[in-house]
């Protein structure tokens, strides 16, 4: 069965994690034993152990309201349950976002609840999560679904309160006002769920976004939590087709996301069931369903076979039922499929991108410099076997050939040097470039040009010129970015071909993930600045809003790319100026121990000996090193091939 497919593969990523991290840990204690660790190194490895630890698996839905969404999550994730977990009863939809997920830090199952007030204060939610002291907590009792169930009632609470109080909070096209002049609007603004589910277990986190069109009210989902998911799963409805919010919202907020690789988008036609019309035959629903699909395509501009058509509701019922001929028929297993075939490898794809690009890069490294060390102890072998029987000239010439290398080797490391000035002068610029006190002051001068407009239009005006200066200004820092892994790679080139040694690539730095950040960035601040809720909604809670999810975005952004780029600089020539090191290093070994074999014919043996142990030692090491390596590059093991193959 899909499902069972689904939790096999999250378990093998699982068990794919802690075997690297076991491996990692081996490769820090590898480091420790022979003397090549760090401070600065421990940190990189602590930090990268850590972040497997709190990896996550998040899938957002994204729908409208009505189109069957929190259903869809029921049927796919929580049907073991047999009940609906979430609440998705006709005219019942969920009102706030929400996270299922398992907090592997507090081992505790709660619901965190953040009420709809906190809008006004100038925290994101975000910056809440650090502090639970604002929120509502809820334990929840696992051993009871109905109980469960009910607690998971909170998310959809909603209450009245004055139209005034709905402007101020930006909520007042929430819905129409009563008689009373009263508006109904979400109780809460974002719910943490935990729960030892395990699928969340494992480190799957789930993101029930609120319809209504809710997202424009909270401008940090699509900002944050939408581009950081995996996977987003836009519903629509078999029933309503396309509707114009439903595009809106497509183009809007999911659309966008799809310019960046890292990141699946999932188009599903739900409620399909409401076109098994008992007076057509099989062809003819199959034909209205395609019909529905292809429609539903061309309006979104997607590519033949990208809309899933299921049955939420029929696929639970199915499930809960034990019903094989239903479930097939609601498709729900073609949906799950794709989660265990595309969408969790290509996050395992992410994971290990980034290990490889700390870890795997180190590793290398040390197997280049195991390796230079045994070519050079080989060396050292061959030469101390050749003296056997020569005299004291043959000695003294080799002494002198070897000083002669040393002397060559010096005047480029002094070219290298020169190099690295360069390097460092260019890549000062970029960081200067990225520096935040020059963003600081343009967000001081676009606050106060905002607080101080009279006009929408000019508060408008102000929030574009901001993001038009900050775009020039990512885009001059990817400028210098290509020149800076230009002169790396020449220095590289340049020092591979002057010493013979193995060849190295550089890691070079891409601020390409903070460009497509920082577009994304802009087109959602374009999308807001232009929507009809931000000409009608109280200007000083634009201006708030504004700055606490888009600008602190922005800013984080440009934080992050500098501290990566800050770091980068202090690795990226490691590798050659280790193999300085090395090389120097043993260049003057091989002289001391001519030196001493000069001087007494009896150590010859004895240190030819000694080179061997070591030569024999450095292979093991050799060997441990690509096995690490290796256990890096592992794929992780497919059931869903597993299981064609068994079938055939």
């Known amino acids: 069965m899909s499902t069972e497919r689904f939790t096999d593969q999250m378990q093998a990523y699982g068990r794919w994690k802690s075997e690297i991290t076991s491996a990692v840990r081996k490769y820090q204690n590898w480091l420790e034993t022979n003397g090549m660790s760090s401070a600065e190194v421990e940190l990189r490895i602590f930090e990268l152990i850590e972040s497997l630890k709190s990896d996550q698996l998040t899938i957002a839905f994204v729908a409208e309201f009505a189109r069957g969404k929190t259903e869809l999550i029921n049927a796919i994730f929580f049907s073991e349950y047999d009940r609906r977990l979430l609440p998705s009863e006709a005219g019942r939809t969920t009102m706030c976002p929400t996270e299922l997920l398992y907090d592997q830090t507090a081992n505790k199952s709660y619901i965190r609840l953040l009420p709809i007030e906190t809008r006004l204060e100038d925290q994101s939610i975000q910056e809440h999560k650090q502090d639970t002291i604002n929120w509502t907590t809820i334990q929840l009792d696992t051993n009871s679904s109905e109980k469960m169930a009910e607690a998971f009632q909170e998310v959809i609470k909603t209450k009245q309160v004055p139209l005034e109080i709905a402007t101020k909070l930006g909520l007042q096209d929430s819905h129409s006002p009563a008689e009373n002049g009263m508006v109904d609007i979400p109780m809460w603004r974002h719910a943490v769920i935990s729960f030892p589910h395990p699928l969340l277990k494992e480190g799957l986190t789930i993101l029930d976004t609120p319809g209504l069109n809710a997202l424009g009210n909270e401008p940090e989902l699509t900002i944050n939590m939408l581009p950081n998911a995996q996977a987003v799963v836009f519903v629509l409805a078999a029933d309503t087709g396309v509707t114009k919010s439903d595009l809106e919202m497509w183009n809007t907020y999911v659309n966008p996301l799809g310019g960046d690789s890292h990141h699946g988008r999932i188009v599903v036609l739900n409620k399909v069931d409401t076109l098994w019309d008992e007076l057509k035959s099989d062809d003819e629903i199959n034909n209205s369903i395609a019909t529905q699909c292809t429609t539903a395509q061309k309006m979104l501009k997607l590519k033949n076979d990208h ?17 094989t001929e239903l479930l097939e028929k609601s498709n729900i297993l073609a949906l799950e499929t794709i989660f265990a075939k595309d969408i ?10 980034s290990i490889i690009n700390e870890i795997g890069n180190m590793a290398i490294e040390s197997r280049n410099t195991l390796l230079s060390r045994l070519k050079d102890t080989n060396k050292q072998i061959s030469e101390l076997k050749n003296l056997s029987g020569k005299n004291e000239d043959v000695i003294g010439h080799l002494m002198k050939k070897t000083r002669e290398e040393q002397t060559i080797y010096h005047k480029s ?6 190099n690295k000035k360069n390097f460092t002068s260019k890549q000062t610029v970029l960081l200067n470039t990225l520096d935040l006190k020059a963003l600081d002051e343009l967000m001081a001068k676009t606050r106060k040009d905002m607080q101080g407009s009279m006009f929408t239009k000019t508060l408008k005006k102000s929030m574009k010129e901001f993001f038009e200066i900050i775009s020039t200004t990512i885009d001059t820092a990817a400028k210098q970015t290509n020149q800076v892994n230009t002169l790396i790679q020449v220095v590289y080139r340049q020092f591979h071909s002057e010493h013979g040694l193995a060849e190295v690539k550089p890691k070079l730095f891409s601020i390409g993930k903070y460009k497509r950040d920082m577009d994304r960035l802009q087109h959602e601040a374009d999308a807001y600045r232009n929507s009809t809720l931000t000409t009608m909604t109280e200007q000083a809670f634009v ?46 070994k091989r002289l001391e121990s001519l030196r001493k074999i000069n001087e007494s014919r009896d150590t010859l043996q004895s240190r030819i000996d000694d080179l061997e142990k070591q030569a024999k030692s450095l292979s093991a090491q050799v060997t441990d090193i690509i096995k690490l390596i290796e256990i890096l590059n592992k794929p992780l093991e497919s059931f869903i091939e597993k299981g064609q193959s068994d079938a055939a």
């Open 307 to 323: 809309v899933f058509p299921v049955s939420a509701q029929k696929g639970l019922l199915a499930k809960i039922r034990h019903d």
């Open 344 to 353: 969790l490898p290509q996050k395992q794809e992410l994971v290990r991108e």
């Open 413 to 418: 490391v002094e070219r290298f040097q020169q």
């Open 543 to 588: 201006v708030k809003k504004f700055f606490i999810s888009m600008v602190s975005h922005a800013r984080n952004t440009f934080f992050q790319a500098q501290q990566e780029a800050e770091a980068w600089s202090k690795q990226a020539l490691h590798p050659l100026v280790s193999r300085i090191k090395e090389h120097k290093h043993q260049m003057e």
